[in-house]
């Protein structure tokens, strides 16, 4: 099983971004919630959002609220994040993840079961 996220880069503070995470081994159709989490240097790694791949309910962190936005692409087995109005605390490493089995809100705990390799997202301001 492998996420493969791309689409990271350099941008500048109001620029946009997509971010996206494609599955192999295992297609997302069978997962249960798929989302995003980030690391910034010298913190945690963070819950970003998550979306549940059959019905597409979601769920964001606050600070991402209204720039940020989770979907998925059944046909092209892929997912996006669509970031929005970048600032420099979005500068951060971003991971894809997946649970099989569990909801958006065991993945907000930082349980998952499969993680990507991360993409670097800087933001300049």
């Known amino acids: 099983v492998q996420l493969v996220e791309s689409g990271g880069g350099l941008v500048q503070a109001g620029d946009s971004l997509r971010l996206s995470c494609q599955a192999s081994?295992?297609?997302?159709?069978?997962?249960?919630?798929v989302g995003w989490f980030r690391q910034a240097p010298g913190k945690e790694r963070e819950f970003v959002a998550g979306?549940?791949?059959?019905?597409?309910?979601?769920d964001l962190t606050d600070s991402v609220k209204g720039r940020f936005t989770i979907s998925r692409d059944n046909v092209k087995n892929t997912l996006y994040l669509q970031m929005n109005s970048l600032k420099a605390e979005d500068t951060a490493v971003y991971y894809c993840?997946?649970?099989?089995?569990?909801?958006?809100?065991?993945?907000?705990?930082?349980?998952?079961?499969?993680w990507g390799q991360g993409t670097q997202v800087t933001v300049s301001s």
């Open positions: 081994g295992l297609p997302f159709r069978m997962y249960s919630t």
């Open positions: 993840a997946g649970n099989l089995f569990e909801p958006i809100a065991t993945m907000q705990t930082g349980s998952v079961d499969y």
């Open positions: 979306i549940n791949w059959k019905d597409g309910s979601t």
